[in-house]
Every structure is written in structure tokens, then in C-alpha cells.
């Protein structure tokens, strides 16, 4: 799904038996908005159970280590559990 890439991961939905959770920043340039809806309705045709989270972040913001990674953002999001 990513730019430039050509792994088709669209047919591994097809496939997936449990249950999934998605975790997005919207800033994420490596998949656009159109990209993330794509996803979320082919989940929705293949009859996945899902979760599906978006948040205002870059690309790898919970990842705790460059650039990107947002420590604001990731205590906020478990002090709200």
C-alpha cells in the first residue's frame, strides 16, 4: 500500500481470520487518506473485524525513538484508557 510499492497487501484481507487494529496518523505521507479508505472498504466487502483508530500524527508516532515518535500524543492516549 505504501508509495512506490507493489505488495498487492489488498488480497491478505481476503485471508484473515481474528480480529485486527489499525492505528493511523493522518499526517502519515506514506498513506493518504484515499489509501486508508481503500483499506477500511475492503475490510468491510472480506467481513473482517476490525478497529480502526486515526489520530492527528505522522507516520510511526507511536514508535518511541525519532523524529516522529510523539510523546504528548502517545500519554494522552493512555491516560484516556
Not at 502519515?28 to 479508505?37: E, K, N, S, V, W
Request: hydrophobic fraction near 35%; charged fraction near 30%.
Amino acid at each position: 500500500m505504501g508509495k512506490g510499492h507493489q505488495d498487492d497487501i489488498m488480497k491478505c484481507f481476503r485471508e484473515i481470520k481474528g480480529n485486527i487494529i489499525f492505528i493511523w496518523g493522518r499526517q502519515d505521507p506514506h498513506l493518504p487518506f484515499a489509501g486508508r479508505r481503500l483499506i477500511c472498504e475492503t475490510l468491510e466487502k472480506n467481513g473482517v473485524q476490525y478497529e480502526w483508530h486515526e489520530f492527528n500524527a505522522q507516520h510511526a508516532f507511536l514508535r518511541d525513538e525519532g523524529l516522529r515518535y510523539d510523546a504528548a500524543l502517545v500519554s494522552n492516549l493512555y491516560e484516556a484508557r
